[in-house]
């Protein structure tokens, strides 16, 4: 399974704006997740996205995904402090749920 | 709440002894994945169980070994401690070893080697 660059490394925003974060990928996939992981504690799966899919939403979510461009962003709208978190996308490409991480976004919302 | 729970959740070990944690999985799920992650690094995966049986594994020696048991829950064993192996266990559980889908991952094991 092949691993996913997020980019910024690190982001900080006020409370109330949007936040967002980009994937990179190197080979053909199937899906893309998107993860989100408190501090010191277990990722949060956020949302999967289909390799015939183009945009999906859930909640404040966005994500988007360009196979031509092989990438992907993830927008959070009208963020909260509770959003503070390190995000990860993880790119799917069959085999098994083997799936690979970056480094992560390091988001911090400041109130 | 994911339904996966790893035990324990800190633990202090010394270097060159060795450490067992485990993973009970979710319900219903027969695939459990491990993953290491350092301080400020993302997890990487050390390797994956389904029904029982190794299903591939990631850049880890040896020393670093699992087990799953018929009712699905997970074994992770390290050998021959080292500084480095101080991190963020975590586990993950999922349905099935087909296309990947979501992952279930517990709050960890944090393991400290002195």
């Known amino acids: 399974s092949q691993q996913g660059e997020e980019d910024p490394q690190a982001l900080s925003i006020q409370e109330g704006e949007n936040a967002t974060m980009n994937c990179s990928y190197k080979?053909?996939?199937?899906?893309l997740q998107w993860y989100r992981q408190n501090s010191g504690r277990g990722l949060v799966h956020l949302i999967l996205?289909?390799?015939?899919?183009r945009e999906k939403h859930s909640g404040r979510l966005r994500v988007t995904l360009d196979t031509s461009k092989k990438s992907s962003s993830l927008l959070i709208t009208a963020s909260r402090a509770a959003d503070t978190a390190s995000y990860f996308c993880a790119p799917g490409a069959g085999g098994g749920n083997k799936l690979t991480f970056g480094t992560g976004t390091q988001l911090k919302v400041e109130l | 709440e994911t339904g996966v729970t790893q035990s324990p959740t800190h633990l202090i070990k010394t270097r060159g002894q060795q450490v067992t944690l485990r993973c009970s999985s979710q319900?219903?799920?027969?695939?459990v994945s491990w993953y290491q992650q350092a301080l400020g690094q993302g997890p990487q995966f050390i390797f994956q169980?389904?029904?029982?049986?190794?299903?591939g594994r990631g850049n880890f020696p040896p020393r670093f070994s699992g087990l799953q048991f018929p009712n699905y829950s997970s074994e992770l064993n390290v050998n021959a401690l080292e500084l480095d192996d101080s991190a963020l266990y975590l586990c993950a559980s999922s349905l099935g070893r087909g296309v990947s889908g979501e992952l279930f991952f517990g709050e960890g094991s944090r393991l400290t080697v002195l």
């Open positions: 169980y389904y029904r029982e049986e190794e299903n």
């Open positions: 996205i289909r390799s015939n899919e």
């Open positions: 319900s219903g799920h027969n695939t």
């Open positions: 080979t053909s996939i199937n899906n």
